[in-house]
């Protein structure tokens, strides 16, 4: 459901463009086996991209006060976890959202989390490492900046089906000023997909599920 490359990946050419690290017409998909049953049609099964991909590109900014956050919610369910819905998520079955996303070079971070697992994506093994924004040391554990993600060279991937569970972003403005400004921008890989049972699992990219993220 979600993939970092390491920066060192962006210096291997002068930029990485989203374009080049998308999956194509032909690429294959699989889905690990820990996808629950109301995701049947994709649980460990093998796809294959059967067109060509579109690409939709959505830029998003919002200007908060120095050392506030918002929360965005990246699927289509509302929630009063969070105000702002964008909606990212597929609309039926069959289909996969590859979503790159890069960070403009402001003065913030951006920590990322799974509300039905309770969990945030990066931390650590022990219960209370995990970020905690009113916690002046924990709220950068696991954080991600344009330096791991840039906007013009993302390497953050996000992997979306319809109705999974809903990843948030949680966009933290560094203190100093009285506010400022967070942008991301969005690259949407748009596949539709179709059963390649004979595809070869070992040049596969394989979709794990959140709780193969968050469980140990």
Same mark, same amino acid.
């Given at each position: 459901m979600i993939t970092n490359l390491a920066p060192a990946f962006a210096r291997v050419s002068v930029e990485a463009r989203p374009? =080049?690290? %998308?999956?194509?017409?032909?690429?294959?998909?699989?889905?690990?086996?820990?996808?629950?049953?109301?995701?049947?049609?994709a649980s460990g099964k093998m796809f294959s991209v059967s067109q060509e991909p579109v690409i939709v590109t959505f830029p998003m900014s919002w200007i908060?006060?120095?050392?506030?956050?918002?929360?965005?919610?990246?699927?289509?369910?509302?929630?009063a976890f969070t105000t702002t819905v964008l909606n990212l998520y597929p609309a039926k079955q069959g289909v996969l959202y590859q979503a790159a996303v890069g960070l403009?070079?402001? =003065?913030? %971070?951006m920590q990322i989390g799974i509300p039905a697992a309770q969990q945030y994506v990066?931390?650590?093994g022990a219960s209370y490492m995990y970020p905690i924004i009113t916690d002046a040391n924990l709220k950068y554990l696991g954080q991600k900046t344009y330096k791991d993600s840039p906007?013009?060279?993302?390497?953050l991937f996000f992997y979306f089906i319809n109705n999974q569970p809903f990843f948030f972003l949680r966009?933290?403005?560094?203190?100093?000023?009285?506010?400022?400004?967070?942008s991301v921008v969005f690259y949407i890989n748009k596949c539709q997909l179709e059963l390649a049972p004979m595809a070869n699992p070992q040049q596969a990219l394989l979709v794990p599920y959140y709780s193969e993220l968050t469980e140990y």
């Open positions: 374009q =080049d690290l %998308f999956l194509k017409k032909g690429s294959w998909v699989q889905f690990s086996k820990q996808w629950p049953a109301e995701h049947a049609w908060i006060p120095g050392g506030d956050y918002v929360d965005v919610n990246l699927a289509t369910v509302p929630t403009k070079n402001y =003065d913030f %971070f990066y931390k650590l906007d013009t060279a993302p390497l966009l933290y403005a560094l203190e100093g000023k009285d506010f400022e400004k967070i």
